[in-house]
């Protein structure tokens, strides 16, 4: 059923920092880190950014969110002439907490509400699976939450799972960029037997420990055997540094944040904020630079607020 239109929405979609250690391709958890975009129809493109990585971004049809936008138009099978996009980026580009995601679900959920909703959310993360290529990323957007995403030929399910209120996530974000096709490019064809029962078992810990808050048991089920050693070989040789410093300084578990750069800890919320400055000065200590946060779950995921006329800029 299609809804009355707005004119111009305004779309909240926040990072997400996938794999949680063992989960490779399949856990992904929101932060509450949000990207906005504005976006209203138009007969020609406008495109105004600003926040992190906004000078290395598109200002034309190349951009992500008038992409996405752009698909939604094609899929509903309306004619596609123009937008005009205010977006405001919070999420540090290319470092692990799902900016591209964000960008392709804020341009489809966007073009999707301008339309009156003709496409149900299953159908827009089907799209924005499609082009970004990761479900667990799009799964934590979309929903929020901690998220468990089973999404390809045979089964599309996500489920959102409950997060104790305890735990504290903080973040260590690098200066240095990383890019997701490389990262997946350091990873074998194959594994070992041992190291995928090993994945296994930790995830089923990892969602175990986490329904039942067995907070304790953290540390030994966000270990990986299938990502982060390789990454870490290849492109983060400091990694297992952050880690013994995060763990050194309290956190409950480490691990990289989706492709890396950037490093996710899981602390009791008392002790956040000490982890995350352990990690940063770890880092410094490598003559690196960074930048550390402590973040909360985004439990609502990504949503759509209609905006009066479009008329003049935020």
Known sequence: MTLAAPARVRVSVPATSANVGPGFDVLGVALALHNEADLAEADDFQVELSGEGADGLPRDERNLVVRGARLVYERAGR???????????????????GSSASAWLAGMLGANALLGEPLSRDAVMDMAVEQEGHADNVAAAL??????????????????????????????????????????????PHYPRADAVFNIGRVALLLAALSRERLDLLEPAMRDRLHQPYRAHALFPWLERL????????????????A???????????????????????????????????????????RVTPLPDPAGLP
């Open 260 to 302: 890396g750069p950037s490093v996710l800890a899981l602390a009791r919320t008392s002790e956040a904020e000490h982890v995350s400055r352990a990690m940063k000065n770890a880092l410094l200590a490598l003559g690196l630079e960074g930048r550390d946060w402590v973040l909360a779950v985004d439990r609502q995921g990504a």
């Open 243 to 258: 880690f013994q410093a995060a763990r050194e300084a309290g956190a409950l578990g480490v691990a990289l944040s989706g």
């Open 79 to 97: 004619p596609f002439r123009g937008l005009h996009l205010w977006q405001t980026n919070r999420i540090p580009p290319r470092r692990g907490l």
């Open 143 to 188: 929903h929020g939450g901690l998220t468990v995403a089973c999404w390809d030929r045979e089964t599309h399910a996500v489920v959102p799972l409950p997060v104790p209120a305890a735990l504290g996530f903080a973040l260590l974000v690098p200066e240095l960029e990383a890019s997701t096709a490389a990262a997946r490019a350091t990873l074998p």
